[in-house]
């Protein structure tokens, strides 16, 4: 008998709780959007900042290292560069499928 | 139609709205029913708990294990919201609400206004515990792993907290089998 009384007895409506669920997923979405984008443009923004800093020593190193080497030693240390930006790219490509 | 791993698979793929619109659908009767049942108190407040289960368990749909049943994954999160509300408000008492009229009959009423009184004797754990076996018809390993607490700990509570009750019920001879054989009839249904 207690049984029985323990059951549910109350039908509770559905009508808004479903769309509520929904607008508080959106809601969460929008929110989640709005951080990523704001730590998108600070970063961007420090990013920036710096490049604009080292512009000047890094271009100077780039002269001094490709007035002084030899051309074979630029060409590998291209090469790497690319090869290294290539493994990196392709790993990206492989994980976004 | 599509089972609760296919709707979830979809959701956590490709963020599929729609299948979590249907997920949404299939079990917020049960979620709602449960921590209706668990506060007692206040319906409004239950429902708000019902939507916070429904956010999160959106968020971390990817971690469940399609080895377990949705619904068992659904009630424990429901459990945890439940559990962070009555530390939040450790004052709460459980009171019997009167539920609200137009929906159901007045048997049903009068039934769940007696359960209400009678789970207000027992603790959140108990009252868990019972409100998973014989409303929400879970076994007691799901029940086990729900409460995280040992399956032998989950039957003795259990068995004593419905001891308990129908020792209350003796004391105070309250007529329940006027109650319990009436079928329930419900005069609004879901969907």
Redesign the interface.
């Given at each position: 008998m207690l049984d029985k009384l323990l059951e549910y007895h109350q039908t509770p409506a559905t009508d808004r709780f479903v769309s509520k669920v929904m607008e508080g997923i959106k809601r969460q979405q929008r929110m989640r959007q709005i951080i990523l984008t704001a730590a998108s443009v600070i970063g961007g923004s420090f990013g920036v900042a710096g490049a604009m800093l080292l512009s000047d020593p890094v271009g100077q190193l780039i002269t001094q290292f490709s007035a002084g080497e030899s051309p074979m030693s630029v060409g590998l240390a291209l090469m790497s560069a690319v090869a290294f930006l290539g493994w990196l790219l392709h790993d990206e490509t492989r994980m976004s499928v | 139609m599509l089972s609760d791993r296919e709707l979830a698979t979809r959701v956590a793929v490709s963020n599929d709205?729609a299948a979590?619109?249907q997920l949404?659908?299939q079990h917020?009767?049960a979620i709602?029913?449960f921590l209706?049942?668990l506060l007692a108190t206040d319906?409004s407040t239950a429902?708000d708990l019902?939507?916070e289960t429904?956010?999160v368990a959106?968020?971390k749909l990817h971690t469940w294990r399609g080895n377990g049943k949705l619904k068992s994954w659904l009630h424990s999160i429901a459990y945890r919201q439940f559990l962070d509300h009555i530390k939040k408000h450790s004052r709460m008492q459980v009171m019997a609400e009167v539920?609200q009229e137009g929906?159901?009959s007045r048997?049903?009423?009068d039934?769940?206004i007696?359960?209400q009184k009678?789970l207000g004797k027992l603790g959140p754990l108990d009252r868990t515990c019972?409100?998973l076996a014989?409303?929400a018809g879970m076994s007691h390993s799901e029940i086990s792993g729900i409460v995280e607490l040992p399956l032998g700990s989950v039957k003795s509570r259990i068995h004593r907290a419905?001891l308990k009750?129908?020792k209350w019920?003796e004391q105070h001879d309250h007529p329940?089998?006027n109650?319990?054989?009436t079928p329930?009839k419900?005069t609004?249904?879901?969907?």
């Open positions: - | 709205p979590f619109t949404v659908e917020q009767l709602r029913q209706r049942r319906h429902d019902a939507q429904f956010l959106y968020k539920p929906f159901d048997q049903a009423m039934a769940e007696l359960v009678l019972l409100t014989y409303a419905k009750l129908q019920l329940i089998q109650t319990s054989q329930v419900e609004h249904r879901a969907g």
